[in-house]
């Protein structure tokens, strides 16, 4: 609890300039996902860690994040609710797609926070992993546990795992 209270002061601090400092490096690996997973406007989308939002994602779009001011940008383009993905306050597959670009590794509880975006999505699900993470070994081995992984891409700073439920 005490690093997720240090990362959200962190983003909290740094909400006004954030856009500045992380916009296009976000935006590259967006392009990537958005070319590997046709979202619908029918689909109701997840962005958990969702920042400022600059997904650009067909259908639906709710975002969540612990970083209160960062929503308020976010709140201009999408529905926004301020929390952690280790309690994501939504029905078992709620989501056709649940997307978390450069976030998991900043979860409090990695695993439940994976299992969450589990449950509550659907069929498709993204996840950006920072490659200097100090957790990106752990994350390499969670995330094909937990699912099904279609492919992996690697961009200059993340690797982007694209997977689907793992039907048990």
Same mark, same amino acid.
């Given at each position: 609890?005490?690093?997720?209270?240090i990362?959200?002061?962190?983003?909290?601090?740094?909400?006004?300039?954030?856009?500045?400092?992380?916009?296009?490096?976000q935006?590259?690996k967006?392009?990537?996902?958005?070319s590997?997973? *046709?979202?619908h406007?029918?689909?109701?989308v997840l962005?958990?860690?969702?920042?400022?939002?600059?997904?650009?994602?067909?259908?639906?779009?709710?975002?969540?994040?612990p970083?209160?001011?960062?929503?308020k940008?976010?709140? +201009? +383009?999408?529905?926004?609710?301020?929390?952690?993905?280790e309690w994501?306050?939504?029905?078992?597959?709620?989501?056709m797609a649940?997307?978390?670009?450069?976030?998991? *590794?900043?979860?409090?509880?990695?695993?439940?926070?994976l299992?969450?975006?589990?449950?509550?999505?659907?069929e498709?699900i993204?996840?950006?992993? $920072?490659?200097?993470?100090?957790?990106?070994t752990? $994350?390499?081995k969670?995330?094909?546990?937990?699912?099904?992984i279609?492919?992996?891409?690697?961009?200059?700073?993340?690797?982007?795992?694209f997977?689907?439920?793992k039907?048990?």
């Amino acid at each position: 609890m005490i690093l997720l209270n240090i990362i959200m002061t962190y983003y909290d601090e740094i909400s006004a300039g954030y856009e500045e400092l992380h916009k296009e490096e976000q935006m590259k690996k967006i392009e990537i996902i958005k070319s590997k997973v *046709q979202f619908h406007k029918n689909w109701a989308v997840l962005d958990v860690g969702c920042g400022p939002y600059f997904g650009d994602f067909e259908g639906f779009v709710v975002g969540i994040d612990p970083a209160f001011k960062l929503l308020k940008y976010a709140k +201009k +383009k999408i529905s926004v609710l301020n929390g952690k993905a280790e309690w994501l306050p939504f029905k078992d597959n709620s989501f056709m797609a649940v997307v978390s670009i450069t976030a998991v *590794q900043n979860f409090d509880d990695i695993e439940k926070g994976l299992l969450e975006i589990k449950r509550v999505a659907k069929e498709y699900i993204v996840i950006s992993v $920072l490659k200097e993470s100090p957790k990106v070994t752990e $994350l390499e081995k969670i995330i094909p546990e937990m699912f099904k992984i279609e492919r992996i891409v690697e961009d200059e700073k993340d690797i982007i795992f694209f997977c689907r439920k793992k039907i048990m």
